[in-house]
């Protein structure tokens, strides 16, 4: 399921290269997300103040970063072995460098706003985390509409992103009702915080983490020198006034932004970016209005706060984050003119929503998906994200075979 970003209306010439250029924007949707933006907005103040005022601006800003980036998860590993390019994976390590900093810094020091003691994501080892964690990765390599670079090609607005995210939630509902199944009744552990459960504290553990970051990328730029891999696809611009706007970001600014925002959510909320936290929770609520009874789940008092299931979904900050998110990302896409539902091939639909599901389903018995457990818990030194990274990855490649020899789960 290899990713092609060629799929533009137009284009124009650079010297000899093609860039990509965006169509005029769509102003109606764009009214219409303001619209909606302006009111999740009130709603998180009346309901819960400042703070989730201020949440739903950095998320806000994650959401206009992520049109801006041009890497995800599957595509990064995908890539490194298809062609042997390694640009967008140093892009994850210095990400992953810097926020190790920042968070070891704010973690160790207890700094943070609105009164909250910052805590990182920190998970038990557990089968759930070894199984969820390869599913999941084998899910979105599948069902990567989700991938962030996906926004800024016209597949971003494609019908099919509605199937990966109707998956996922999908999937996390279920995969919070089966919780305490594969992190309980099966095999486990505790948690382990590199940085405050073994002997080398927070600068021995960053000292750790950031060499191991730092030797990645420069192992994967003498390998890129070396096998001199095609160059990434040139990325897309706006036109006129929207050039200043819709500019590419090198990877190294994108990196260092979700750095600078996962942080900041980290002293604002109290706990880093999560995703996956708000569809189970958004699936657990419509799973109560049918009677299936979710507050009787384990998942329920022990991943997550139980009233969270009954209080107003403007008192949970992680779904208040995720909708500055969602909006600031949809806002981006229609300002570039990138909001297009079409008709789309039934098989499509089938293995994008399969992909979704075994996404949710794998993060939410992991703790996580390349958000929470990946970057924010890798971020926040716990033992449970190297373990999550190496069976994700696994993930993706082993569907990235399965693909090669099943082609038709590769036709986007």
Same mark, same amino acid.
Request: proline share 5%.
């Given at each position: 399921?290899?990713?092609?970003?060629?799929?533009?209306?137009?284009?124009?010439?650079?010297?000899?290269?093609?860039?990509?250029?965006?169509?005029?924007?769509?102003?109606?949707?764009?009214?219409?997300?303001?619209?909606?933006?302006?009111?999740?907005?009130?709603?998180?103040?009346?309901?819960?103040?400042?703070?989730?005022?201020?949440?739903?601006?950095?998320?806000?800003?994650?959401?206009?970063?992520?049109?801006?980036?041009?890497?995800?998860?599957?595509?990064?590993?995908?890539?490194?072995?298809?062609?042997?390019?390694?640009?967008?994976?140093?892009?994850?390590?210095?990400?992953?460098?810097?926020?190790?900093?920042?968070?070891?810094?704010?973690?160790?020091?207890?700094?943070?706003?609105?009164?909250?003691?910052?805590?990182?994501?920190?998970?038990?080892?557990?089968?759930?985390?070894?199984?969820?964690?390869?599913?999941?990765?084998?899910?979105?390599?599948?069902?990567?509409?989700?991938?962030?670079?996906?926004?800024?090609?016209?597949?971003?607005? #494609? %019908?099919? !992103? +509605? =199937?990966?995210?109707?998956?996922?939630?999908? /999937?996390? $509902?279920?995969? &919070?009702?089966?919780? *305490?199944?594969?992190?309980?009744?099966?095999?486990?552990?505790?948690?382990?915080?590199?940085?405050?459960?073994?002997?080398?504290?927070?600068?021995?553990?960053?000292?750790?983490?950031?060499?191991?970051?730092?030797?990645?990328?420069?192992?994967?730029?003498?390998?890129?020198?070396?096998?001199?891999?095609?160059?990434?696809?040139?990325?897309?611009?706006?036109?006129? #006034? %929207?050039? !200043? +706007? =819709?500019?590419?970001?090198?990877?190294?600014? /994108?990196? $260092?932004?979700? &750095?600078?925002?996962? *942080?900041?959510?980290?002293?604002?909320?109290?706990?880093?970016?999560?995703?996956?936290?708000?569809?189970?929770?958004?699936?657990?609520?419509?799973?109560?209005?049918?009677?299936?009874?979710?507050?009787?789940?384990?998942?329920?008092?022990?991943?997550?706060?139980?009233?969270?299931?009954?209080?107003?979904?403007?008192?949970?900050?992680?779904?208040?984050?995720?909708?500055?998110?969602?909006?600031?990302?949809?806002?981006?896409?229609?300002?570039? /003119?990138?909001?297009?539902?079409?008709?789309?091939?039934?098989?499509?639909?089938?293995?994008?929503?399969?992909?979704?599901?075994?996404?949710?389903?794998?993060?939410?018995?992991?703790?996580?998906?390349?958000?929470?457990?990946?970057?924010?818990?890798?971020?926040?030194?716990?033992?449970?994200?190297?373990?999550?990274?190496?069976?994700?990855?696994?993930?993706?490649?082993?569907?990235?075979?399965?693909?090669?020899?099943?082609?038709?789960?590769?036709?986007?």
């Amino acid at each position: 399921m290899h990713e092609q970003q060629t799929s533009h209306p137009r284009y124009k010439s650079e010297g000899q290269a093609a860039r990509p250029s965006y169509p005029p924007a769509q102003k109606l949707m764009v009214w219409v997300i303001l619209g909606i933006a302006g009111a999740l907005l009130a709603a998180s103040y009346v309901y819960s103040g400042w703070q989730f005022v201020i949440l739903f601006l950095l998320g806000f800003l994650i959401g206009f970063t992520l049109f801006h980036t041009n890497y995800g998860f599957a595509t990064v590993y995908k890539q490194l072995f298809e062609d042997g390019n390694t640009q967008m994976l140093r892009g994850h390590m210095q990400k992953l460098l810097i926020a190790t900093t920042l968070f070891a810094l704010i973690l160790g020091t207890q700094t943070a706003f609105f009164g909250e003691r910052p805590e990182g994501a920190i998970a038990p080892i557990s089968t759930g985390l070894v199984l969820g964690s390869f599913l999941f990765g084998f899910g979105m390599n599948i069902g990567s509409n989700l991938a962030p670079q996906a926004m800024r090609t016209m597949k971003g607005g #494609r %019908t099919a !992103l +509605l =199937f990966t995210a109707s998956g996922f939630l999908i /999937g996390s $509902t279920f995969g &919070a009702a089966h919780f *305490a199944f594969w992190n309980h009744s099966m095999p486990n552990a505790e948690a382990v915080s590199i940085a405050e459960d073994t002997p080398l504290g927070f600068t021995g553990s960053w000292i750790l983490q950031t060499s191991i970051f730092a030797a990645v990328i420069i192992g994967t730029y003498l390998h890129q020198k070396r096998k001199l891999p095609p160059p990434l696809p040139p990325m897309p611009r706006g036109t006129n #006034r %929207t050039e !200043l +706007l =819709f500019r590419s970001w090198p990877i190294w600014v /994108g990196a $260092t932004a979700f &750095a600078l925002l996962n *942080a900041a959510v980290l002293m604002v909320q109290g706990s880093p970016w999560k995703v996956t936290a708000a569809f189970s929770l958004w699936g657990s609520k419509l799973a109560d209005q049918i009677g299936l009874g979710p507050a009787a789940w384990r998942y329920w008092g022990e991943e997550a706060p139980v009233h969270e299931l009954t209080n107003s979904i403007f008192t949970s900050s992680v779904s208040v984050l995720n909708f500055g998110i969602v909006t600031g990302a949809l806002l981006t896409m229609a300002l570039a /003119g990138l909001f297009h539902f079409r008709k789309i091939p039934f098989h499509l639909a089938g293995i994008t929503l399969i992909g979704g599901t075994l996404m949710g389903y794998g993060a939410a018995i992991s703790s996580g998906a390349n958000v929470g457990a990946y970057f924010s818990g890798l971020a926040s030194m716990s033992l449970h994200a190297w373990i999550w990274t190496v069976m994700a990855v696994s993930g993706v490649y082993t569907a990235y075979f399965i693909s090669r020899k099943l082609p038709f789960l590769a036709s986007k």
